[in-house]
């Protein structure tokens, strides 16, 4: 078993997160003490890492980042992580468009074009 420590910074700055990364038996598992982490539930502090997202970790050692990275690159988070990074950029794309789009809208309604 090898083993991986982070500490990350809660969402409000003022207090920090504990996140492991450990792989036994050739799977993956990657705790973090927040809340939502103890819950087992999504955190952004695991998912940030898992997904080469450092700027939240303390004092980041390179190695580690780059050892967390190829323990993800050989495990199935990897799909998934990269299949929620794809529907993170069309939620982004859809919004800027609906955007537009009631702009445009409220143009026409105005009695513009
Ligand atoms: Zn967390």
């Known amino acids: 078993m090898s083993g991986l420590a982070f500490v990350v ?3 409000d700055g003022t ?3 504990n996140v492991t990364a450990s792989q036994a038996s050739g799977s ?10 103890s819950f087992g539930t999504h955190c952004r502090h695991r998912f940030e ?8 970790c303390i004092d980041p050692s390179p190695a ?5 990275a190829a323990m993800v690159a050989l495990s199935p988070l990897r799909g998934l992580v990269a299949e929620i990074g794809d529907l ?6 859809i919004k800027r468009r609906l955007k537009a789009l009631k702009k445009t809208t409220a143009r026409v309604m105005a009695g513009a074009d």
């Open 9 to 11: 910074k809660s969402s």
């Open 15 to 17: 207090g920090v997160y």
């Open 28 to 37: 993956l598992r990657i705790t973090c003490d927040c809340p939502a982490g």
């Open 49 to 56: 890492l898992v997904s080469g997202d450092a700027r939240h």
């Open 64 to 68: 580690s980042i780059e050892q967390l």
């Open 88 to 93: 993170d950029r069309q939620v982004e794309e």
